[in-house]
Antibody
Framework: QVQLVQSGGEVKKPGASVQVSCKAS????????ISWVRQAPGQGLEWMGW????????QFSQNLQGRLTMTTDTSTSTAYMELRSLTSDDTAVYFC???????????????WGQGTLVTVSS | QSALTQPASVSGSPGQSITISCTGT?????????VSWYQQHPGKAPKLMVY???NRPSGVSNRFSGSKSGNTASLTISGLQAEDEADYYC??????????FGGGTRLSVL
């Protein structure tokens, strides 16, 4: 069965960077894109960016461009998200999510990771 | 640009039907049939309920239905059940190669 398993929670100081991993299993990792979505405490969902299928095209939210890196390692079927220059506004649960359609942009999500809480505090 | 607009809350009694609206612009909902709806229970990851405006994934009850008119999409839940109580989010692809989410709607089943 399809699973996305994310790395554990992190506590970071302002100005630091954080990397969250998302290990996929149960499907052809290269055929589907991955999006990253975050949710601040008590708030709604915010799309951060996507990395497409085997072509690995990337698109970032304008809000995060310049601070966000998304990569994949096909040898381990793992996607990574790195966010730099953290502030308290980046405190949120971060989700990875698989695109619904093979070979298409990941803009509808049928499988989600369990979420990773990143806390930014001095 | 801002997120899609949803009502903050809606409520209904068991067995009733409710509709949640999601208003965007001609650059997103109005231009593309890439509207999805997600259900989120507290502390859980979102679950896809409707995609491409009106399609249901396998396993999602046919009590959930989606539609679109102009720049506004809607999710209707018929025959409300206690387990439908959750937060609901719409999303839409946009012309600037971005994905927008709505602010979310809390559904209470009274």
């Amino acid at each position: 069965q399809v699973q996305l398993v994310q790395s554990g929670g992190e506590v970071k100081k302002p100005g630091a960077s954080v990397q969250v991993s998302c290990k996929a299993s149960g499907y052809n990792f290269s055929a589907y894109g991955i999006s990253w979505v975050r949710q601040a405490p008590g708030q709604g969902l915010e799309w951060m960016g996507w990395i497409s299928d085997h072509r690995r095209d990337r698109q970032f939210s304008q809000n995060l461009q310049g601070r966000l890196t998304m990569t994949t390692d096909t040898s381990t079927s793992t996607a990574y998200m790195e966010l730099r220059s953290l502030t308290s506004d980046d405190t949120a649960v971060y989700f990875c999510a698989r695109g619904l359609y093979k070979w298409e942009l990941p803009i509808d999500f049928d499988y989600w990771g369990q979420g990773t809480l990143v806390t930014v505090s001095s | 640009q801002s997120a899609l607009t949803q009502p903050a809350s809606v409520s209904g009694s068991p067995g009733q039907s409710i509709t949640i609206s999601c208003t965007g612009t001609s650059s997103d909902i109005g231009s593309y049939n890439y509207v999805s709806w997600y259900q989120q229970h507290p502390g859980k990851a979102p679950k896809l309920m409707v995609y491409d405006v009106a399609n249901r994934p396998s396993g999602v009850s046919n009590r959930f239905s989606g539609s679109k008119s102009g720049n506004t999409a809607s999710l209707t839940i018929s025959g409300l059940q206690a387990e439908d109580e959750a937060d609901y989010y719409c999303s839409s692809y946009s012309s600037i190669n971005t994905l927008w989410f709505g602010g979310g709607t809390r559904l209470s089943v009274l």
